[in-house]
């Protein structure tokens, strides 16, 4: 008896190859419940993508942090911040916002962009281990992106000078949603379809 090679299923676990019963599905090898993927397999990651880069547009568009001083509101954006520390001398502290702030985040939508791409249309002959590290990547990095929103609630916790009152702006609200729908699309992203569709 020939068996198609669409009736073969892998086990996640052991690496096993299974005939797909349906639904369910055993290893004959290690017992591990197997599963196929559903259809829309990267619909769930596109979605909290897009998500995460319609908030990146009011967290740049809006104060991050409030300042109130003598009555006095005074608004910095992010672009507008890592300008003032520049100007002022604070090199590293600048440096160090502009990677977390944009460069961070701008790249893990570029990479995730990518490898939604890559496994629904395979371009060219892509390494599968590239995919492999900058999937890993997005994930290592995605926390230090939240940097500007916990200076914000380190400045607003620790000054408590009299005429002066530190506050989170929209855009820190905002760039926080945009990291956790980051996080959350890597999450969603099912790193073995990188392995079946390269």
């Not at 568009?61 to 604070?90: D, N, R």
């Not at 492999?132 to 400045?155: C, H, N, R």
């Not at 408590?160 to 855009?171: D, E, F, K, P, S």
């Amino acid at each position: 008896m020939q068996i198609d090679k669409e009736q073969l299923i892998a086990c996640p676990v052991c690496e096993a190859v299974n005939i797909n019963k349906g639904k369910k599905n055993k290893c004959r090898r290690c017992g591990s419940g197997i599963y196929t993927h559903q259809t829309f397999q990267t619909e769930k990651s596109w979605a909290y993508l897009i998500t995460a880069m319609i908030a990146y547009v009011p967290a740049n568009l809006y104060p991050m942090l409030i300042t109130k001083q003598f009555g006095q509101h005074e608004g910095s954006t992010i672009f507008g911040g890592v300008a003032f520390l520049w100007e002022h001398g604070s090199y590293p502290i600048a440096l160090v916002i502009f990677f977390a702030s944009i460069i961070i985040p701008v790249s893990k939508f570029l990479i995730m962009i990518y490898l939604l791409i890559s496994v629904k249309y395979p371009l060219g002959k892509d390494k599968r281990m590239r995919k492999f590290k900058l999937y890993y990547l997005t994930e290592f990095v995605g926390p230090w992106s939240m940097i500007d929103v916990f200076v914000v609630a380190i400045l607003a916790a620790l000054i408590h000078l009299a005429n002066i009152q530190i506050i989170a702006g929209t855009a820190a609200t905002a760039f926080a949603i945009s990291v956790f729908f980051t996080l959350l699309s890597a999450h969603a992203f099912d790193e073995r379809l990188i392995k079946e569709n390269s």
